[in-house]
């Protein structure tokens, strides 16, 4: 039973969030495909992982519903009843219920047209493709009805219900970087770190980074350092969890100075000890630590003439 495939097939109402679980499962790990032909589920069960993967045969979701081809709720119990006779196989199923009434609601809002009722209302496909679906909903292992859920709370039931043991969900990075060189991309968390004092000034540390000890050691003797890491610290370790629960792909941390090659460096190198204490899958980018070292720059928000800014 080790090497078990995973298979969960997914089908339901048109517009009660199919798409959004098949991507939600993606994003934690799951292959997924939508309206296979069903005559060959069979093969793609068959088919090895593909060498992307590294060999890891993922678990596999499949898509269903009224316009996948040749889709008959009665012949697709039986093919998965005897695939379920397949030690090689565990297939469970999930069904997408919702209200009539907000189906049409939704349609009605996205101006698009029931798959079964092209040329009538929305609600004569709705009935016809719940009278379709019936055999299927009284068979689901799982059934789920999306009727009272956001889009946000589709995907939070799922990831709690279908998340992979070990599934890394969020990527956390670090980015240090020199205001005087402008902002980098797509920063959720920004932390200021310029009222740090500033190596630069110091001739013998000038020229050297956030990497070497002696600048951290001129750095965490700032009155304000120890500080304001705890406070940085307790804030990561509030939003982290806050933003894994809710499914947030990415989280990029900006740590920024003037000239981005002392403080910010340290301070990120610091957080990210931290983070991978507290069990946090940490990457940090030093953008302008390769940078010349300019006098100039370190002048530019140097507006009140103090050089330890």
């Known amino acids: 039973m080790a090497n078990t495939k995973h298979v969960l097939l997914v089908t339901g109402l048109s517009g009660a969030g199919k798409t959004t679980v098949l991507k939600t499962l993606e994003d934690i790990g799951w292959e997924t495909v939508d309206n296979f032909p069903i005559r060959l589920v069979e093969g793609l069960l068959n088919t090895p992982p593909s060498s992307s993967r590294d060999d890891v045969d993922p678990p596999l979701a499949l898509g269903f519903d009224s316009r996948t081809r040749g889709f008959d709720p009665d012949k697709l119990i039986n093919r998965v009843k005897n695939l379920q006779q397949n030690d ?37 496909g709705i009935a016809l493709e719940r009278s379709q679906l019936e055999p299927f909903r009284r068979w689901a292992d799982h059934v789920l009805d999306t009727s009272g859920l956001t889009a946000n709370d589709l995907q939070n039931q799922i990831r709690e219900q279908f998340t992979l043991q070990d599934t890394k969900i969020t990527t956390v990075t670090i980015t240090s970087f020199g205001f005087s060189r402008g902002l980098p991309n797509n920063i959720d968390l920004l932390f200021d770190v310029r009222f740090l004092s500033n190596p630069f000034w110091d001739p013998e540390l000038k020229l050297m980074t956030g990497l070497d000890k002696p600048v951290g050691d001129y750095i965490s003797k700032d009155p304000a350092y120890a500080e304001a890491m705890e406070k940085f610290e307790d804030m990561l370790a509030f939003l982290l969890p806050k933003y894994i629960k809710a499914g947030k792909a990415y989280v990029n941390i900006g740590i920024g100075c003037t000239g981005g090659r002392h403080r910010s460096v340290h301070v990120a190198e610091a957080l990210r000890k931290s983070l991978h204490e507290q069990g946090f899958s940490t990457t940090v980018l030093h953008r302008n630590l390769a940078s010349r070292p300019m006098e100039a720059l370190e002048n530019m928000q140097n507006l009140n003439g103090n050089k330890d800014i």
């Open 88 to 124: 090689n196989y565990q297939i469970s199923t999930l069904y997408l219920d919702c209200a009539g009434d907000e189906l049409e609601r939704r349609y009605s809002e996205t101006r698009r047209r029931h798959p079964l009722a092209l040329d009538r209302p929305a609600k004569d």
